[in-house]
């Protein structure tokens, strides 16, 4: 789902759909200016592929000195999210 | 998939290949790259997205061939099994078909004419077959890749962050770079490897596969 700059991912993100959403972010993020977010809050599941789209977004927009911020993931995913040390490049906002 | 490019799991033997010997390289944990093999074929499939993972299993999400035999056999043997598995559990099942798998990789890159197959005689009595490279010039730059990438604050792509995974499990790591190079950049590699579910998959894999080896040695007490 698409909200301005930002976006809003919600339900399940997999190797099934994540290309899908991988196209969307990529087309919004010429309109960044300093970071842009995506809205977890709504996200249940991701799967590695899913994963993957944050790595890829957050490196697109490091190159143009910009950032990833992801905003409130649920416990379970910013479990993951801690696990898989992504804390360490992209800012969260529990 | 290009025909022109090289697999994860071609890449790995490449690495693995001892220049001098053109056999596998001596001091690597022979079972370690059995199941970093294994890995790198699942590893490709997901790159490919014919399969993806979690934390707990590991599951297809389309069998469209990928024009590679190898890797569309590995897919169509998870596609046939009816239990769903965890990634570390298919790693340890592909990776127990070891030797028939690596020499079916040595034999595609044979093939593609990056491997050269060398009859050799050991003790003038015995044949033995030597895989040294013909130009080096592909593990040069697999290992140019990684050394940037290590050495570097960039965000790793899928791709490269799964090789070092690759060569972290199978301890070749230590083979390609200084230990003082590796002791200065340890936080780096596992900062790297820890961002791909199927590394640390692989890693619990090599880890129990080990355990294995050891519970099966028998304890020698010297009184």
Redesign the interface.
């Known amino acids: 789902m698409i909200t301005g700059s930002n976006y809003k991912l919600s339900g399940r993100v ?3 759909n994540a ?1 899908h959403y991988e196209t969307e972010i990529s087309d919004l993020l010429k309109e960044a200016d300093q970071s842009f977010s995506i809205d977890l809050s709504d996200l249940n ?1 991701i ?3 899913g ?2 789209i944050f ?2 977004v ?2 697109a927009l ?1 190159s143009d000195d910009k950032k990833l911020v992801l905003v409130k993931p649920n416990a379970d995913i910013l479990d ?1 999210l801690l ?4 804390d ?2 992209i800012e969260i906002q529990h | 998939m290009s025909s022109n490019h090289l697999t994860l799991a071609e890449e790995l033997i490449l690495i693995t290949l001892d220049d001098s010997s053109g056999k596998l390289f001596p001091n690597a944990k022979p079972f370690a790259i059995d199941i970093a093999i294994a890995a790198s074929l699942i590893m490709e499939l ?1 790159l490919n ?1 014919r ?5 707990e299993k590991l599951f297809v ?2 069998t469209i061939p990928t024009g590679n035999h190898i890797l569309d056999n590995t897919l169509a043997e998870i596609d046939s099994e009816k239990t769903t598995l965890s990634t570390s559990a298919w790693i340890t099942r592909i990776g127990g078909k070891g030797e028939s798998l690596n020499q079916l990789i040595i034999k595609s890159l044979v093939d593609r004419g990056l491997l050269m197959s060398v009859e050799k005689r050991l003790l003038w009595v015995f044949k033995t077959r030597v895989y040294p490279p013909t130009s080096g010039i592909e593990e040069r730059e697999v290992r140019a890749r990684v050394l940037h990438l290590i050495n570097s604050d ?5 791709r490269d ?1 799964l090789i070092v995974g690759l060569l972290q499990a199978t301890s070749l790591m230590n083979h390609l770079f200084t230990s003082d190079l590796l002791e200065t950049l340890q936080v780096r590699i596992n ?1 790297i490897v ?5 590394n640390r998959s692989l890693s619990a894999a090599v880890q129990e596969a080990w355990q294995k080896v050891i519970d099966s040695t028998p304890v020698v007490r010297i009184w």
Do not use: Q, V, W
């Not at chain 1, 696990?83 to 992504?86: D, E, I, L, P, Q």
């Not at chain 2, 820890?194 to 199927?198: D, H, M, R, T």
């Open positions: 997999d190797g099934t290309e599941y799967s590695s592929i994963l993957r790595l890829k957050a490196k490091k993951l696990m898989s040390g992504f360490k490049i | 997901t997205g399969i993806d993972t979690d934390s999400i389309s960039e965000i790793p792509n899928p962050s900062y820890n961002l791909e579910e199927i």
